[in-house]
């Protein structure tokens, strides 16, 4: 099972990327699909977060701007992002909490993350 992120890039201030995190491998049921982020220098913190069925939750900073969402059919989550600012400069890892098949127990899986650079 692998978690693929990509959409990062240079952008400048005010402009906008989206974010993708494709599942692929034997997967049972996705549940809850996130994205964290990391500075340089700084602790990698949570960005948003989406369940399965919809429920969404965002870091104080990003909302308003970061739209979460999932497609459950092509097993991929998106970040969109508008309005950016310097301090959105980060590596975004995707994650998602995954199972195998029915029976099996739920484990938490990590993309390789893509760096996103804002500049002013």
């Known amino acids: 099972v692998q978690l693929q992120a990509s959409g990062g890039g240079l952008v400048q201030a005010g402009g906008s990327l989206r974010l993708s995190c494709a599942a692929s491998?034997?997967?049972?049921?996705?549940?809850?699909m996130g994205w964290y982020r990391q500075a340089p220098g700084k602790q990698r913190e949570l960005v948003a977060a989406?369940?399965?069925?919809?429920?969404?939750n965002y870091a104080d900073s990003v909302k308003g701007r970061f739209t979460i969402s999932r497609d459950n059919a092509k097993k991929t989550g998106y970040l969109q992002m508008n309005s950016l600012k310097p301090e959105d400069t980060a590596v975004y890892y995707c994650?998602?909490?995954?199972?195998?098949?029915?029976?099996?127990?739920?484990?938490?899986?990590w993309g390789q993350g893509t760096l996103v650079t804002v500049s002013s």
């Open positions: 491998g034997i997967i049972f049921s996705i549940n809850r």
């Open positions: 994650n998602a909490d995954m199972r195998r098949f029915s029976w099996s127990p739920q484990y938490d899986y």
């Open positions: 989406i369940t399965s069925d919809g429920s969404t």
